[in-house]
């Protein structure tokens, strides 16, 4: 059905555009995303376009989202995928978004059959096959990060791509296996030495939160590739190599943050 979806696609592009004074906002309030090239600019909004006709907006418990919104999210969305393509995010529509940060309810069960419960508060959320949530409050703190970047989009779109390859592990899909355990390999060994810096109390570029799980160090650091792409490459080079190569894209080259 891939003839039926373009032309879908193309059917959505002759009708809706992002025009300029919505750009140069977006621009404005989200410094990474300048030092894209004419042809990338093109190419992502014609994608945020796109992906604001699939995708499925429910703003909850009152909060109402502008149409400048719509489209910060949708570019910040798109950015990670740009040359991937859309079809990474298939398989799911919603995205709902809350005003500020959110309470879950957690359980688990622990090897004794205790169960644990806790709430959680969230500035976003991924589920596997399911919505993507964000906390309207959070999405404030894009571009606001000198070093390490603060990124809640960026952060549970790279765990959407992440899932696409099963369990949340830090790993998303990869062309061969040879570049899987290229990658686990070279993953690690940047998520234990920042584990290790965490333990040692010791003063760190990204956010501590992303020692908690290798997806979470996964999901930090493609903020960081993002927003502040030469820390990242300064503090993990070999990561960003990485990054550079399953994203296709060389943001240090573009921005000098
Ligand atoms: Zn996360």
């Keep these: ?36 090239s004419a042809d990338e600019e093109r190419r992502l909004r014609e994608m945020a376009v796109i992906f604001l006709a699939e995708k499925e907006f429910t703003p909850v418990r009152g909060l109402k989202l502008s149409d400048q919104d719509r489209v910060e999210i949708a570019l910040q969305a798109c950015l990670p995928v740009l040359e991937l393509g859309l079809d990474w995010y298939n398989g799911w529509v919603g995205i709902v978004v809350h005003p500020s940060d ?19 508060e969230l500035a976003g959320e991924s589920w596997p096959g399911g919505p993507v949530v964000l906390s309207w409050e959070a ?75 290798e997806a979470e160090f996964f999901a930090v650091a493609s903020e960081a590739f993002f927003e502040s792409p030469n820390a990242l490459k300064r503090e993990f080079a070999g990561l960003y190599g990485l990054f550079r190569d399953f994203y296709r894209q060389d943001p240090a080259g573009r921005l000098d943050t």
């Design 102 to 120: 959110f309470k879950v309810e957690r359980t688990q069960t622990d090897e004794d059959g205790v169960v644990h419960e806790w709430k959680d």
């Design 139 to 213: 999405l404030d703190d894009a571009g606001s990060v000198p070093e390490g970047g603060a990124n809640v989009v960026i952060h549970e779109f790279a765990h959407k791509l992440d899932m696409l390859s099963g369990e949340p592990d830090g790993v998303p899909p990869m062309p061969t296996r040879d570049a899987r355990e290229r990658w686990i390999e070279v993953f690690d060994a940047a998520f234990d030495r920042f584990c290790g810096d965490i333990e040692a109390g010791k003063e760190t570029f990204l956010d501590p939160y992303a020692a908690e799980h």
């Design 1 to 36: 059905m891939g003839w039926l979806r373009d032309w879908k696609r193309r059917r959505v592009l002759e009708r809706h555009r992002i025009d300029d004074a919505l750009w140069k906002r977006a621009q404005k309030y989200l410094p990474f995303l300048k030092g894209l």
